[in-house]
Structures are given as structure tokens and as C-alpha cells.
């Protein structure tokens, strides 16, 4: 049994020495929000919508405050860019070559693919074959998508491009396929933005950074007809966690006169004012500028403050119990979401509804959707991470 104790579950395989935390733990806020959001989203519709004699402003005002996920993704998205700019500005140019990108793909492939295809392939059965597909789970997923089709597009991680909806079979989908257009792109960017003359470097990042808010502005606004669930919408995102990876050290050095208990107030309104920002209205154009000021600005401020290791939210995001849920943050991705629903449904159709019956169930949902998560992580995701094909083991052994 010691080998399912979570310190033994969630070791990274990899240097100690390499090992980041506060990145892990920064993943642990992302997939909460993300968590917290989606499951008050069905408290709303299942639980506050159908009783109305639950009332009370202030509480319902503070649920829907925090019923937003959204910030959550774009927070992974500046983490991924941060990781894979951090993997590749470090290869010496000798050794950035097609071996290196070849094993770059299939450390990316087994680690993403074997789970997602796992959620997407028995939810196509559970729907297509068994006709168990729970009501209003993906209400904004295009309805004259076939299953069939829906699964073709989402096995090859081109949905939003092509039909410009949410995957029928996973709504979440959608970021996990702007994930994996970011992982093809990435050996190009970084290519031109890490191999040259040092003294062009801050002009090539300068300018990287122009072009990726330039196609996410002309995609957002609709300038050019572009669909919305491309990395076309959200390369911007990626492109901040990059810029963060290359001046780290100038950015560290930046949050190092904060204090420790302001560190904690700071990134804990950050967390919050998140929340705020998946909710806000903004209007196109003028506007899409401040968001991204606000949004930007907070997921900056976050790694700025993590990376602080001797105050208290550097500390807290190191903490054992938040890596671990920062580690196992993809199963808690893909597993969340479905159980969520289901469970809200449940509740709200067979429970008589208080708001005491509606933090206990809220708390034991949130509960059950992490240890689903852990299982998922254990069973599925971790065994998989660490596979590699044959062919890729007698290559690098050669």
C-alpha cells in the first residue's frame, strides 16, 4: 500500500535538482479555479436556479462571483509556454536538431495523448453506443456535429478550427487542442527566438511578443474570420509564460523586496481578482487591450510572486499537498468535469436544497473530484508518462 502514499504517487521523474515546485504550484491554483468554477456553474443552474426560496443576496452574489473557470486555462497557458521555453533556451545549439525535436514530440505525444484519447473514446461509447449522454453537460457544443464527426476532429486535435465549437464528446477539449497546436509550433518559435546573437535577443523577443498580440487581437475581434478555438485566440498567453522564462531571473529580482506576509495578500487577490476577470464584460476592439492589461498583468504578478521562495505564497506554492494537486492537474483536468455534472444533477433532483445541504454537497463533490482525479492520475496518466516507444528507446540508446 506505501506505493499509492501520495509522496510516493507524486515523485517527479526527473533531476531533483531541475525539479520546479512553485510551477506546480501554480498549476494547483489554475485547476482550482478551473474545479471551483465549472462545479458553482451547475450549483447555479441545478441547485440555486430550481429553489427559490434560496435567497440570500449576498450568498448567491458570492457563488456566482466565483462560478468562472476561464482565467484557470489561460493561467496553463503561460505555464506551458513557461516550461517549454525553460526545456528548450537551455539546449546547446549543437543539439537542437531533429533528434531533439523528434524526442520533444514523443515526450509531448505519450504524455498528453493516451489520456485524452482514454476520456474521449469511452465518452463516445457511453454516448453513442449506450445513448447515456447527460443533459446540458456542453451546452455550447454545436448541435448538427455528429458524434462521429465530433470524434474525428477531436482525435486530431483540430475541432475548434474546423467546426468553431466546443467538442461534443469533451468541452474541454477545445484548450487541450490549443495546447497541442502551441507543442507543434513551439521547436519554430523558439528556434528563432533562442538561436542568434544574444545582444538581438530582448528585439527578438520584443518582437515575438508584438506578432503573437497582433494575430490574438485580429483573432478575438474578428478582424479576420478566423475560428475562435485556435491557438490563433490564445498564442499571446503562451508567448507571456515564454517572455517570463527568458528574463526569470530580472523578474525574480524584481518581486524580491516584497514582504512575506504582502506576498500572501497579493497572490491571493491576484487569485481572486481571476475569478473577477472570467466574469467581466469587455467590448471588442479598445477594450480586448485592457483585459488583456488586467489578465496578463495578474498571471504575471503570480509567477513573479511564486518565484519567491522564502516568503509565504512562494511557500505555499511549494507546499507538498498543493504540488501534488499542481502535479496531478491533467487527470483533475479531464475527469472533473463530467463527474461534477452528474453528481450536481443528482443532488439537486433527489436532496432537498438549503444552502447548508448546498456548501455539505459542494465540499464532498469537490472532494470526490479530486480523488477521482488522483485515481485517474495513478492508473492512467502516470503509466503513460513514463512509457516510450521501442523504436525511441534504441534511438536514444544509440
Keep these: 500500500m506505501r506505493q499509492f502514499l501520495p509522496s510516493r504517487v507524486f515523485q517527479r521523474s526527473i533531476n531533483p535538482a531541475s525539479y520546479r515546485p512553485e510551477i506546480d504550484g501554480l498549476r494547483f491554483f489554475a ?26 443576496a449576498a450568498i448567491n452574489s458570492v457563488l456566482h462571483f466565483f462560478a468562472s473557470p476561464n482565467q484557470g486555462v489561460l493561467l496553463f497557458f503561460a505555464i506551458s509556454g513557461f516550461i517549454i521555453a525553460k526545456q528548450m533556451q537551455d539546449v546547446p545549439a549543437g543539439q537542437f536538431d531533429s533528434g531533439f525535436v523528434g524526442r520533444y514530440y514523443v515526450r509531448r505525444m505519450t504524455r498528453i495523448f493516451p489520456p485524452y484519447y482514454f476520456i474521449i473514446l469511452t465518452t463516445f461509447c457511453a454516448y453513442y453506443f449506450l445513448g447515456l449522454e447527460p443533459s446540458g453537460l456542453n451546452r455550447s457544443a454545436a448541435a448538427e456535429v455528429s458524434l462521429p464527426e465530433s470524434l474525428a476532429a477531436s482525435l486530431f486535435y483540430v475541432h475548434g478550427a474546423v467546426f468553431d ?6 468541452a474541454l477539449g477545445w484548450s487541450l487542442e490549443v495546447e497541442v497546436q502551441f507543442y507543434l509550433l513551439a521547436p519554430l518559435i523558439f528556434l528563432a527566438l533562442f538561436r542568434g546573437d544574444d545582444r538581438s535577443a530582448p528585439w527578438r523577443c520584443a518582437l515575438m511578443l508584438a506578432i503573437f498580440f497582433a494575430i490574438s487581437f485580429v483573432a478575438i475581434n474578428k478582424i479576420v474570420p478566423i475560428n475562435a478555438f485556435t491557438i490563433f485566440s490564445y498564442i499571446v498567453y503562451f ?10 531571473q530580472a523578474w525574480q529580482r524584481a518581486f524580491s523586496g516584497i514582504g512575506s506576509a504582502a506576498s500572501l495578500v497579493i497572490g491571493l487577490g491576484c487569485v481572486i481578482g481571476m475569478f473577477w476577470l472570467g466574469t ?38 511549494r507546499m507538498p499537498y498543493v504540488t501534488y494537486i499542481g502535479l496531478a492537474c491533467y487527470s483533475l483536468y479531464l475527469v472533473h468535469l463530467q463527474l461534477f ?58
Design 239 to 248: 508567448g507571456a509564460g515564454i517572455a517570463l522564462a527568458r528574463y526569470e
Design 341 to 398: 455534472h452528474i453528481a450536481a444533477l443528482i443532488v439537486g433532483k433527489f436532496l432537498p436544497m438549503s444552502y447548508p445541504v448546498l456548501f455539505g454537497a459542494f465540499a464532498l463533490i469537490l472532494a470526490g473530484g479530486l480523488l477521482a482525479g488522483y485515481v485517474f492520475f495513478v492508473l492512467i496518466e502516470k503509466p503513460f508518462a513514463a512509457w516510450r516507444p521501442p523504436l525511441f528507446k534504441s534511438a536514444k540508446a544509440a
Design 280 to 317: 467581466a464584460h469587455f467590448a471588442p476592439l479598445a477594450m480586448t487591450l485592457i483585459y488583456w492589461f488586467l489578465s496578463l498583468g495578474t498571471i504575471a504578478l503570480l509567477f513573479g510572486l511564486a518565484f519567491q521562495p522564502d516568503t509565504l505564497f512562494g511557500r505555499l506554492c
Design 31 to 56: 485547476i482550482m479555479m478551473v474545479m471551483v468554477g465549472h462545479l458553482l456553474e451547475r450549483v447555479e443552474r441545478f441547485w440555486l436556479e430550481p429553489n427559490p426560496g434560496l435567497d440570500n
Design 165 to 170: 465549437s466546443l467538442p461534443r464528446l469533451y
